[in-house]
């Protein structure tokens, strides 16, 4: 698969159940192009449901989309979370967390039972953190 092609409900479907923490290991180095999950793949993921999302990715959102948000906000034009970040809305929307930008996924990739532990800081009045987020192999 292209590393900049989107990741959709058909590389999910068939693959996760109810309760799973999705890890997606894609190798994407950090403010490199990398792929990113698609309105449809979120969706699907939130409809199964999944208990998280993880990926080395830098974001999930379709970084040409966030170009342009940005300059949509410079010039005054107003959207809604579902028209700039679906991804993002579809799974948030759901209390599905989103874990990007993770690091030595590639030390897990392989391993069949890996528990996921996410510690985020805790801010008064933010949306989204830093977090301390492990794997324990067993």
Request: aromatic residues 8%; charged residues 20%.
């Amino acid at each position: 698969k292209d590393r900049t092609a989107p990741l959709g409900r058909a590389d999910f479907e068939g693959k996760v159940k109810p309760g799973d923490i999705v890890v997606a290991f894609t190798g994407c180095a950090p403010m490199q192009p990398c792929p990113y999950l698609a309105k449809d793949g979120a969706e699907y993921l939130a409809s199964v449901p999944v208990r998280a999302f993880a990926t080395d990715m830098w974001t999930i959102a379709n970084g040409k989309r966030m170009q342009e948000f940005q300059k949509a906000v410079e010039s005054g034009t107003k959207g809604t979370v579902d028209d700039w970040a679906p991804e993002h809305f579809a799974l948030l929307s759901k209390n599905i967390p989103v874990l990007e930008g993770l690091t030595n996924l590639g030390a897990i990739a392989t391993q069949p039972d890996v528990m996921i532990v996410a510690l985020p800081l805790k801010i008064q009045g933010a949306n989204g953190a830093p977090a301390r987020v492990i794997g324990l192999v067993y």
